[in-house]
C-alpha cells in the first residue's frame, strides 16, 4: 500500500511503476496528482466506469528519435530526442521543448502529465504534451545551437502542426532556439505555419508579454493568495531560485509591485544582495552575455557570492523557486517556515519535493502548486496562437490584461474547488481537482480514443 492513496487509486498506481520503470520524477508527478483525486472519484463514479484515470497516465503517444550534429571543430555528437504527445482532449497537444543533459523519458513525461492538468486549469483549448533533449546548450557556439535545432527538427516536423502539437521553449531553450526550429520547420513545409510555435520573436510572429508571462504569471498568483489572508507584496522580502526566462521576469515583477527580491542562482551558486537585486544587470549577464550569475558579485561590491549555496538558508517572506525540479526539500521547507516565511509559489514546474510540500501545508502557509502559479506561460502561449490564427498582434497591455485575468481566474477556480472537496486553502488539491475535471469531462464525452 502506498501512503496516501485511496484504494481505488492504489492499484492504478501500482501499474504505472509496474509499466514505467525507472521514470521516478513520472511516478511522482503522477502520485502527486492521484493523491488528491480519491474525493473526485467518490463525487463523480463515472470517471471510475470509463477508466479515465488509467487512461491519464497513459500517454496517446512517444516519440523518441536520433539527433545526430556536428560542432564547430567538425566533430560528430549524437543526441537523444523527445516528444510525448499525452493527452489531446481539450485541444492541441501543447508543452515547451527542454535541453538540457538531464533529459530523459521520465523528466519529459512527468512534464508532459503535470502539463494536461495546467493546461486544463487555463481554460483554454489546449491539451498537454512536451519535449526536449539531452542536449547541453551551455558553452555552444550559435552557431552549434542552430546545427543542433535543424537536426532536431528534421524528424519532429512530421509530428507536429498548429492543429496536432505546439512545442515552446523550457530550460534551455528561449527565443534564439524557438527561431532556429521554426526556421527548419518552415524550410521543409513550405509553410508559414506560425501557430505550429509559440514563444517567436515579435517580428516573426510572437506575442508581446510572452516572455514574461510565467514570470509575471507566478507573481500575480503569489498576490492573490496573500489577499486571500489580507496581505499583499508590497515591502516584501523575496528570493526567486534560477536566473532564467522565468526567475527573471518574476524578480521584475515583484519589484513592479513594491517587493523586493534579495537573492537568486543559478546552478553553479547563489547570489544575496541585501539592497535588492539590480535585474537590469541580471539581464545583462544572463540575457545578452550568457554568462554565470557569479558576474553579479564581480560588478556589485555590496553583493555576495555562496559557490554551491542553498538559496533557501536566505531569510525571505516570499519564496518563489523557478530553477528546476525538486530544488527545494523537506529540510529547505523547514528552514523557510522558521525564518519566516509566509507564502512560496512554484514558477517552476514541479520544483518542491513531496517531503517540502507536506512541510508547507502542516505550517499553514500560503503553498501554490506549479500547475497552477506557472500557467500563466502557456496560457499567453495560448494567446499566442490566437493572434496567429486571426493575423493579429495585441498590445503588450491588452496581453498583459488578458495574462492576470486568467492567472485571477485559475486562483479562484483552485480556491473555490478545494473548499468544495473539503480541503479549503489548499492549492494543491484545488489545483488537481479544477484541472483533472476539465481534461475528465472532456475525455468522457469524446468517447473512448
Ligand atoms: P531557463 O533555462 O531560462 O532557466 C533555468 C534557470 O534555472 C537557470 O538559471 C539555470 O541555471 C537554473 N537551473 C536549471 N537547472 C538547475 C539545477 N539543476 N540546479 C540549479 N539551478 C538550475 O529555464 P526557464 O526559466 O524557462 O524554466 C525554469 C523552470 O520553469 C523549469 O522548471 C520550467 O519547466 C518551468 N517553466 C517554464 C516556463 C516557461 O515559459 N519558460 C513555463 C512554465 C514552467 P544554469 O544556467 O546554471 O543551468
Not at 482532449?89 to 502529465?113: C, D, E, N, Q, T
Not at 512530421?158 to 534551455?172: K, N, Q, S
Request: hydrophobic fraction near 35%.
Amino acid at each position: 500500500m502506498v501512503a496516501g492513496l485511496d484504494e481505488k487509486l492504489e492499484p492504478i498506481y501500482q501499474d504505472v511503476l509496474r509499466r514505467n520503470p525507472g521514470e521516478t520524477e513520472f511516478h511522482q508527478a503522477v502520485h502527486e496528482v492521484l493523491e488528491t483525486l480519491g474525493p473526485v472519484l467518490v463525487k463523480y463514479p463515472e470517471f471510475a466506469e470509463h477508466k479515465i484515470i488509467q487512461r491519464i497516465c497513459e500517454p496517446e503517444r512517444q516519440i523518441i528519435f536520433r539527433v545526430p550534429w556536428q560542432d564547430d571543430r567538425g566533430n560528430t555528437h549524437i543526441n537523444r530526442a523527445f516528444r510525448v504527445e499525452f493527452n489531446s482532449a481539450l485541444g492541441p497537444y501543447k508543452g515547451g521543448m527542454r535541453f538540457h543533459p538531464s533529459v530523459y523519458l521520465g523528466i519529459i513525461k512527468f512534464l508532459g502529465f503535470e502539463q494536461i492538468f495546467k493546461n486544463g486549469l487555463t481554460g483554454l483549448p489546449i491539451g498537454g504534451g512536451k519535449g526536449g533533449s539531452d542536449f547541453d546548450p551551455k558553452g555552444r557556439s550559435d552557431a552549434e545551437i542552430m546545427r543542433f535545432c535543424q537536426s532536431m527538427m528534421t524528424e519532429l516536423y512530421r509530428h507536429i502542426g498548429e492543429y496536432t502539437d505546439v512545442p515552446a521553449g523550457d530550460i534551455g531553450v528561449g527565443q534564439r532556439e524557438i527561431g532556429y526550429l521554426f526556421g527548419q520547420y518552415k524550410r521543409i513545409t513550405n509553410r508559414y505555419e506560425s501557430g505550429v510555435f509559440t514563444g517567436k520573436g515579435l517580428d516573426w510572429g510572437g506575442s508581446r508579454a510572452r516572455r514574461e508571462a510565467t514570470g509575471y504569471g507566478a507573481v500575480f498568483f503569489t498576490q492573490e493568495m496573500l489577499q486571500v489572508r489580507g496581505d499583499s507584496l508590497e515591502g516584501k522580502t523575496c528570493v526567486v531560485s534560477g536566473s532564467g526566462n522565468v526567475a527573471i521576469y518574476a524578480i521584475e515583477k515583484i519589484h513592479a509591485l513594491g517587493g523586493r527580491v534579495i537573492a537568486c542562482s543559478d546552478s553553479n551558486g547563489v547570489i544575496v544582495d541585501k539592497n535588492g537585486l539590480d535585474l537590469d544587470l541580471i539581464k545583462q549577464i544572463k540575457e545578452v552575455e550568457r554568462r554565470r550569475i557569479s558576474a553579479y558579485a564581480e560588478e556589485r561590491r555590496d553583493a555576495s557570492y555562496l559557490p554551491d549555496g542553498s538559496i533557501w538558508t536566505v531569510p525571505c517572506e516570499v519564496a518563489l523557486p523557478c530553477a528546476t525540479q525538486n530544488e527545494l526539500n523537506g529540510k529547505d521547507a523547514a528552514t523557510l517556515v522558521s525564518q519566516g516565511c509566509i507564502a512560496v509559489a512554484e514558477g517552476a514546474n514541479m520544483p518542491t519535493t513531496p517531503e517540502g510540500i507536506k512541510v508547507f501545508q502542516e505550517s499553514g502557509i500560503a503553498f501554490g502548486p506549479g500547475k497552477a502559479a506557472n500557467a500563466g506561460g502557456v496560457a499567453t502561449s495560448a494567446l499566442e496562437m490566437q493572434q496567429n490564427a486571426s493575423r493579429d498582434s495585441w498590445s503588450f497591455e491588452y496581453t498583459e490584461e488578458r495574462l492576470r485575468e486568467i492567472m485571477m481566474n485559475i486562483h479562484r477556480d483552485c480556491h473555490e474547488t478545494a473548499e468544495e472537496f473539503g480541503a479549503p486553502g489548499n492549492y494543491v488539491v484545488g489545483a488537481n481537482t479544477a484541472g483533472f475535471l476539465r481534461v475528465a469531462n472532456a475525455m468522457v464525452a469524446l468517447g473512448l480514443v
